[in-house]
């Protein structure tokens, strides 16, 4: 199987890839089953189970708001984040749900939405099921959904068949590995980049490639620049300060001064970090790259290729994506990017790795560089667990964005130091990330039951 690109960077809302945008995406889903099976009409009750992380962290990921727009046919990549705050309100005020904005029923958030937090479902972390109800009480449909990183929603009969939503069939270099991969471009003659968008261009344009990819850096970039633009109080209890303008504010004035500090790059590359990350604290419009909780690495090193490598281009940017998404696509189809099932070296882990192969590619390094840029990035944040303070994705997630950003850069110039060939594989390091998370206790796995979480006070 070979994920597209476009499965990885996906523009949604905060404060979770997996705990807002994919609730938010399977509640829809099921809104639009009841339809297509002449069953919405005759739903007088929706209810929703939510199990395991979903159910842990739920509150402070958003989940119960995302399912609540869901419900209402409200999509991660189309939903206003002004326009939700008063849809939420004016759902929990009236008592009555909107499905998919035409057929309306009572909703009583505290009987209609459950949280299971000591039960998990067979397949994953997070999992939720969704129920209909006639007027009589009689079972109209129930269906279960997983959320398995990145956005990502799988019903459980297509996990069941084993085939992973979002993936390319019939591309013309298919691979399973990265020796795989290397070995398919090294026999075309082909450039990582170019083998990524002849595979994205089995099921599109050129053209409309690169419209979606320069929709992609648009979003970032916008990101950045919100962040960087908001003062305020983060939202949740944690009394978070937003840092990113006024470290960009001191970054402004004082850049003759800093233009003799070596390491002065790197403070503008942390700042656009924690900014996109404080905009998805605050569940502002973000891209999952690959996830919610590590959408502040890539674009931070997007931004330090655009700014500060000479010669940088938008045709460089498309390359960078193309070739992070290729390596995003290895970590999610040999193991995971849900910080649910292998804890944040899944996310911010797999961010460093790909942003580090994007940076290489374009900063001009071989295929084989690119390999090892992408195993030094995973390799460094191996055993990274995912413990959010109050179950908000703030305390460590924000600052943690800032260093996976520096290590990605600092990955792509040891790679390009040297010549390709190294000890340990990307392949190798993927499967250790794999047995890593498997081994990891529930505890660091986004529950918000161990780590930080439980040894800083919440409020």
């Excluded at 001009?364 to 840029?373: K, L, P, V």
Aim: a negative charge; aromatic letters at 6%.
């Amino acid at each position: 199987m070979t994920t597209s690109v476009f499965e990885l960077f996906k523009i949604g809302v905060g404060p979770s890839s997996s705990h807002t945008m994919g609730p938010m995406t399977a509640a829809c889903d099921f809104i639009e089953r009841l339809r297509q099976e002449s069953l919405i009409g005759r739903a007088a009750r929706i209810s929703t189970d939510l199990y395991g992380s979903l159910a842990l962290t739920g509150k402070g990921h958003a989940t119960d708001r995302a399912v609540l727009l869901g419900l209402s046919g409200c999509r991660p990549d189309n939903v206003c984040p002004d326009a939700a705050d008063q849809m939420i309100d004016e759902i929990r005020t009236a008592g009555r749900l909107m499905l998919a904005g035409r057929w309306a029923v009572n909703y009583d958030e505290s009987r209609d939405l459950r949280y299971h937090q000591r039960e998990r479902l067979p397949y994953h972390s997070n999992g939720m099921r969704f129920s209909a109800e006639d007027q009589n009480g009689s079972a109209l449909c129930s269906k279960i959904f997983y959320s398995v990183g990145g956005g990502a929603v799988v019903d459980e009969a297509t996990i069941v068949a084993n085939a992973p939503p979002g993936t390319l069939d019939d591309v013309p270099y298919p691979f399973n590995s990265s020796a795989e991969l290397l070995a398919r471009a090294q026999e075309a003659g082909l450039a990582l980049d170019e083998l990524a968008l002849a595979n994205e261009m089995a099921l599109r344009s050129k053209a409309a490639v690169s419209a979606r990819l320069e929709a992609i850096v648009a979003a970032m970039s916008a990101c950045i620049d919100r962040g960087i633009s908001r003062q305020g109080t983060l939202p949740g209890g944690l009394n978070v300060e937003r840092r990113a303008f006024d470290i960009h504010a001191k970054l402004l004035a004082r850049q003759e001064a800093t233009a003799i500090d070596p390491l002065w790059v790197f403070d503008w590359v942390s700042v656009w970090a924690l900014s996109v990350n404080e905009e998805n604290a605050a569940g502002g419009r973000v891209v999952t790259a690959p996830t919610n909780g590590a959408a502040g690495i890539i674009p931070a090193v997007l931004r330090y290729y655009k700014w500060f490598v000479p010669g940088a281009s938008e045709e460089g940017a498309h390359r960078f994506l193309l070739v992070a998404g290729l390596v995003g696509s290895l970590f999610r189809e040999n193991a995971s990017i849900s910080g649910a099932e292998v804890g944040c070296q899944g996310e911010v882990g797999v961010a460093c790795s790909m942003a580090a192969a994007g940076l290489t590619s374009v900063l001009g390094g071989t295929n084989a560089q690119i390999e090892n840029a992408a195993e030094i990035g995973m390799e460094h944040n191996l055993g990274l667990t995912c413990d959010p303070v109050g179950g908000l994705v703030q305390i460590p997630c924000i600052e943690r964005n800032a260093m996976g950003a520096i290590k990605a850069i600092e990955a792509a110039r040891l790679a390009l130091l040297g010549n390709g060939i190294h000890r340990v594989s990307l392949d190798q390091v993927i499967e250790t990330m794999r047995r890593t998370g498997a081994d990891m206790s529930e505890r660091y796995k986004e529950t918000s039951l161990g780590g930080l979480a439980v040894n800083v006070v919440a409020c």
